[in-house]
């Protein structure tokens, strides 16, 4: 079955801090990899996506991810975060229809 | 343009009337999806339509919820009855041929059902 795994809930960073945000997925293909932002009271918007190729992907606003196969991971990295960025974090896995991780909220302290 | 529009942004019922959600696509897309997220279950799949058509509707949850595209520009979601059990916020999307998988998403419409 299709799924993606989100292990941390809830992030705290400092500003000007690297982050990482860990994404694992279960799917029976070649999988299709996204990682979406959420601003609170706002839809999703689309950082990043990983079809083929180059493993390590770059997306808007800085962020970056890097689909290890062997791991069945895809996770988004930041080198120096910032107080913006404070939102929610989903990845997501799929073809056409994408599922949804469930989440990972990253406050961030100045 | 003026992206996904979703309307209302905010619907409060009660328990046992019926509810439509609104929304727009972006124009030239042409697959539009329904999403619903809360709290327990994340972002839900519902259903999605192709060209108007409706392709997956394995998520909708049961016989009370049903959804409409009458054309490219227009979708309805319904619940009839509403439930408590379905407040929730139900987001829609759009999505072209060829990046069908970059969504772009509506602000959503919260629903309380008392």
């Known amino acids: 079955a299709q799924s993606v795994t989100q292990p941390d809930i809830h992030i705290t960073v400092s500003e000007g801090a690297s982050l990482e945000l860990r994404c694992n997925y279960s799917?029976?293909?070649?999988?299709?990899l996204f990682w979406y932002v959420q601003s609170p009271g706002q839809g999703l918007q689309l950082l990043l996506k990983?079809?083929?190729?180059?493993?390590l992907v770059q997306g808007i606003k800085g962020f970056e991810a890097e689909f290890k196969r062997s791991q069945s991971s895809f996770n988004l990295r930041k080198p120096s975060v910032h107080w913006s960025d404070a939102a929610e974090y989903f990845c997501?896995?799929?073809?056409?229809?994408?599922?949804f991780g469930t989440g990972t909220r990253l406050q961030v302290f100045p | 343009d003026a992206g996904v529009i979703q309307s209302p942004r905010h619907e409060v019922t009660e328990m046992g009337q019926e509810v439509t959600l609104r929304c727009k696509p972006i124009?030239?897309?042409?697959?539009l999806f329904w999403y619903r997220q809360t709290m327990m279950r994340g972002l839900e799949l519902l259903i999605y339509?192709?060209?108007?058509?409706?392709?997956?509707d394995s998520g909708m949850p049961e016989d009370r919820f049903s959804a409409k595209m009458p054309n490219a520009s227009f979708s309805t979601l319904k619940i009839q009855p509403s439930e408590p059990r379905d407040s929730a916020v139900y987001f829609c999307?759009?999505?072209?041929?060829?990046?069908?998988?970059?969504?772009?998403f509506g602000s959503g419409t919260q629903l309380s059902v008392l």
């Open positions: 990983y079809f083929s190729g180059d493993t």
């Open positions: 799917y029976g293909a070649t999988p299709y």
């Open positions: 997501a896995v799929g073809a056409g229809k994408l599922i």
């Open positions: 339509f192709n060209n108007n058509v409706p392709i997956d």
């Open positions: 124009s030239g897309h042409d697959y």
């Open positions: 999307a759009s999505s072209s041929t060829g990046s069908r998988e970059k969504l772009f």
